[in-house]
């Protein structure tokens, strides 16, 4: 019955772990220079052998992040439809900030800075606005037991994470590098963080199964006949 819960802890604990180590391997092979600043995240990841860790890092947590983005989707509609529109805006969120995390992690800063930011902007900018959409699904479709200890760590979480999210931007265009790249890398420990709550509400998952609807038209017949599969 808990074993979903595990699906978030997996990815904020391996997404970690996995950026961590792409600094470890960066600074052994002094890809970065510590005595000149401390190095962005990005910087970290941009070239081989530790980039092509760090693409297949984001790409795994991509992953990871689109099933937890759908599980909590169908969670919500499960609950009914009074926070339908809100739901199906984190979906959409969700699925863009996943995105936008595979983007910046196979479109280095040293290959294609443009594309590295627009992913980064994908991945935060529009993380941050599903997490706050899910901040209000804590209040509106929660359990109260929940509610009562989720909501308020999970709103410090969200304004922690904006916080760091401005001051990386305006440290970053003050040339104030070091002290912004200690801002992305709390940003991005508190944005692993914010997935990890999502264990509370999973433990009480007892299955997650996608269904599908084939729909047959039989001749001969005013209505239509549906055959339903389910893929477990």
């Known amino acids: ?4 819960a595990l699906l978030p802890v997996l990815l904020a604990v391996g997404g970690t772990a996995g950026i961590w180590a792409v600094y470890g391997i960066a600074v052994s092979n002094e890809s970065v220079n510590l005595t000149a600043g401390f190095p962005y995240i990005s910087a970290c990841g941009s070239y081989a052998p530790q980039s092509c860790w760090f693409s297949q890092i984001c790409n795994v947590s991509s992953f990871l992040i689109i099933w937890i983005v759908v599980i909590r989707y169908q969670q919500v509609c499960d609950l009914g439809d009074q926070c339908r529109r809100a739901n199906l805006a984190a979906l959409v969120l969700g699925f863009i900030s996943s995105i936008g995390i595979s983007i910046l992690g196979n479109f280095q800063q040293s ?15 529009v993380g ?3 997490f706050w ?27 922690l994470c904006t916080v760091f999210f401005i001051a990386m931007a305006v440290l970053h265009n003050t040339g ?25 509400e999973f433990r009480s998952i007892e299955c997650h199964r996608l269904t599908v609807y084939k729909q047959v038209v039989v001749k001969n017949h005013s209505n239509d006949t549906s055959d339903r599969h389910t893929v477990t």
């Open 133 to 159: 959409v899910q901040l209000w699904l804590t209040y509106k479709a929660g359990s109260p037991q929940d509610r009562r200890w989720l909501g308020p760590l999970r709103a410090f979480f969200c304004s």
């Open 176 to 200: 104030s590098k070091s002290p912004a790249a200690m801002c992305e890398w709390a940003l991005v420990m508190t944005f692993f963080l914010l997935f990890s709550l999502f264990a509370a």
């Open 128 to 130: 941050l606005a599903y």
């Open 111 to 125: 290959v294609f800075m443009g594309m590295h930011l627009l992913g980064a902007f994908l991945a935060f900018f």
């Open 1 to 4: 019955m808990w074993a979903w």
